[in-house]
């Protein structure tokens, strides 16, 4: 009789076969999160481009003009604000002394729309406000240390609202209207 060769291929054992299967498994796992660091890091760059296309610029000056003179100068109803030096006026340059005048007008107060039905006015607090619902053509609204907006032009030596109804931004329109006879 012919003698038949035969090849014995060997199997895999349970466990050699468990040891593949959680390999693949771990590398699978390594792929899914490297995929995820990469979307993540896609999504922190686009949103670093964002914010600096929104980042607040120091106002450009040309030679010989005053920074920010308007909002620093007095008002006939206002109390005397802090004196704020031109070279001070930016956020972004340190002044840890700085203390600004806080004035809020009465009827500001007593217009508080959390306490007066009909109110127009931002409530006392700046905290309580809805601050994703605001937006500044300025830019992004930056806070203070007593979580309150920031004027994006820099210092005024006044702090809180004054005859303002509203923290951050106040949005106004004035119309004019003519007449041709």
Known sequence: PPVRQTMFRRSKSRSES???????????NHREQEEK?????????????KAEKLAISEPK???????????????????????VADEKVPWAVKWPDYSPTTFTAPHVLANDSTVKPGG????????????PCRASYEGPIAFDGHQQ???????????????????GANHAADPIVTRFD
């Open 61 to 83: 000056l040309s030679s010989g003009s005053r920074p920010h003179t308007q909002a620093r100068s007095a008002f006939p109803f206002y109390p005397a604000r802090a004196v």
């Open 120 to 131: 127009w006015a931002d409530p006392v607090d700046p905290t309580s406000v809805d601050w």
């Open 37 to 49: 660091r990469l979307e993540e890091s896609e999504a922190e760059k686009q949103l670093q481009q």
């Open 18 to 28: 468990r040891h593949d299967v959680q390999t693949e498994a771990r590398l699978r």
């Open 149 to 167: 907006p920031l004027n994006p032009r820099g210092r005024t030596g006044m702090s809180q609202r004054g005859y303002l109804g509203k923290w």
